[in-house]
């Protein structure tokens, strides 16, 4: 399904694009990583969460940190 031929004149565009993907992801998913966590320093002393409350956010959310 969607698959084409990549005209020769573009496989050097595609296939840099295509090697660079995994880099950018990582860098992305990283800063993400520490954007969410300074957040978490702000928020949950905001609500007074205890150990407890902060360790069931922090097991039950979808994606733990760093896990996309």
């Known amino acids: 399904m969607f698959k084409r031929p990549v005209p020769v004149g573009e496989r050097g565009d595609w296939e840099s ?6 880099t950018k992801h990582a860098h992305r998913t990283a800063q993400i ?7 978490n320093g702000v928020v949950y002393p905001a ?21 996309v």
Do not use: W
């Open 33 to 39: 990583v520490n954007v969410e966590t300074a957040l």
């Open 17 to 22: 694009y295509v090697r660079d993907q995994p």
């Open 47 to 67: 609500f007074d969460l205890t150990p407890e409350e902060i360790a069931l956010i922090e097991t039950s959310t979808k994606y733990p940190y760093g896990a």
